[in-house]
């Protein structure tokens, strides 16, 4: 059974930074793309950020210079590392996983998390 379970997220200050994880199992994902969205209460899902098995990185207009993806693919899990929080990043992030590439979408992926809370205090 294939799952993706975050974990990482919680409160923090504006200006402060959070550290997501992205633990995947039950195959391999070293040839998958892997990546990252979010919403807002209230708001439609954003793209964040997403990484090739290649290694190349993508990030939303919101997130970049601020967020950074990596992956360990010996360990099955993707990081997103967040600097420079601010409120409006307040939102549930989610982790996907998917052969083909998509990137500055938010549908289409084939394996989802249940998602972290990250709430951004001002």
């Known amino acids: 059974q294939v799952q993706l379970v975050e974990s990482g997220g919680g409160l923090v200050q504006a200006g402060g930074s959070l550290r997501l994880s992205c633990a995947a199992s039950?195959?391999?994902?070293?040839?998958?793309?892997m990546g990252w969205l979010r919403q807002a209460p209230g708001k439609e899902r954003e793209f964040v950020a997403t990484i090739t098995w290649f290694g190349d990185t993508y990030y939303g207009d919101s997130v970049k210079g601020r967020f950074a993806i990596s992956r360990d693919s010996t360990k099955n899990t993707v990081y997103l590392e967040m600097n420079n929080l601010q409120p409006e990043d307040t939102a549930v992030y989610y982790c996907?996983?998917?052969?083909?590439?998509?990137?500055?979408?938010?549908?289409?992926?084939?394996?989802w998390g249940q998602g972290t809370q990250v709430t951004v205090s001002s």
């Open positions: 996907t996983a998917n052969r083909a590439l998509r990137i500055f979408t938010t549908t289409g992926y084939e394996f």
């Open positions: 039950g195959r391999s994902f070293s040839n998958y793309a």
